[in-house]
């Protein structure tokens, strides 16, 4: 049995390695944790917003009902894919260390958040 510790290594993902995801993954879940009026003024293409008071809600949910309410099929404990990002990464880090303590022991934050991204991409 591997510690939980082993795993803080990989707890971050770069703008780079996030982008590199995007663009081969089938089965990657971008959660999105921010407020409704920060996805309002924009959004990472392909995330899945789920603020982030209702993260724990969300992951506790039973399949259909995930599917129902987010149109997405809930991931699996062990899912390797599954990344949070909120606007500059706090947030992000508190929705990846809820997930893991839920069991979802690959759980990432893009700790550059939505900021980050939204710079990178203008250029």
Not at 8 to 17: A, G, P, R
Not at 42 to 70: C, N, R, W
Not at 71 to 82: A, H, I, M, R, Y
């Amino acid at each position: 049995m591997t510690s939980p510790r082993k795993n803080l290594v990989t707890k971050e993902i770069s703008y780079e390695d996030l982008k590199a995801l995007l663009a081969r993954s089938n089965n990657l879940l971008l959660v999105d944790v921010r407020t409704k009026e920060e996805v309002d003024k924009g959004k990472i293409q392909g995330s899945v917003h789920i603020p982030l008071d209702t993260v724990d809600a969300a992951l506790a949910m039973a399949p259909e009902q995930f599917q129902a309410k987010y149109g997405v099929t809930k991931p699996q404990l062990d899912v390797p894919e599954l990344v949070f990002h909120c606007q500059l990464g706090r947030r992000g880090d508190v929705a990846t260390t809820k997930a893991r303590q839920l069991g979802y022991v690959n759980a990432r934050n893009f700790a550059g958040g939505y900021k980050e991204w939204s710079e990178k991409e203008k250029k």
